[in-house]
């Protein structure tokens, strides 16, 4: 019965829902706004670095030394596209600010927030996106571009990658279900506390089997493009939504 259900939701879904997946397939070049010759633009390197020390200056975190930054994502690799960003990653040891790690990648995703909600800052009309990364997390890109050294610590081939678009939608679809009929339930009446189980159980199977994606094939993973998928078709922010309307009538 539910398979049926699932596959009946899949029929619903328009095709616009599903057409960012077309924005995983790869370009035949890097994209030419940054790149010449699989060097980044000059002028583009200098602003990058700018905006990151900047952030990083903002961070006032003392005496930690900034080891590197790092431009990667879609825009260093051949998977570029209109729902691209510039991924900018501040490589630092987060253990020379505080012996608990924890505490502070979350401080430091609390700063990261309120960051995008104060500044919008686009290059060649892509927004810029940073990331504080822990000199010892393993990064899961096959492009990574080195700011500081001027050269690719990664650098991207387009060799043995072909997106499964038809395993992507049928994954994906079975999320899309989840977080529609969520929405269904709250528009029917039920509360934060009927639901929180659903939506914590919800959240975590879509995080795991993103980064079980990662750890095992990549950023090119069918896991990982399902992510991208449903925060490229307005899924993801749709229940984030939901879980902070949810959760704030409970209050009312």
Known sequence: MKRNIIFKH????????????KSFR?????NEDFWKDSELDSDIKKELIKIAEDYFQDLDLGEVELEDI???????NFNWSKYSDIDLHLV????????????????????????KLQHEIKIKGYDVEIYCQDINQKHFSTGVYSLYNDDWLEKPTKDGFEPDEEGI??????YMTSIKDLEKDFEDG??????????????????????AGLEKEGEFSTENLVFKLLRRNGYIERFMNLKRKAYDKQYK
């Open 92 to 115: 630092f040891d987060f253990s020379t600010v505080n012996n608990d790690t924890n505490l502070v990648r979350k401080y430091l995703d609390a700063v990261e927030k309120v960051w």
């Open 26 to 30: 790869l370009q035949d070049d890097l």
């Open 10 to 21: 899949f029929e619903d879904f328009t095709q616009a829902q599903f057409e960012p997946i």
């Open 169 to 174: 939608k049928k994954k994906a679809s079975i």
């Open 190 to 211: 039920e509360t934060y506390e009927e639901m929180e189980q659903r939506i914590k159980k919800l959240w975590k199977k879509i995080k795991d089997g993103r980064q």
């Open 70 to 76: 790092i431009f990667t994502g879609s825009l260093a």
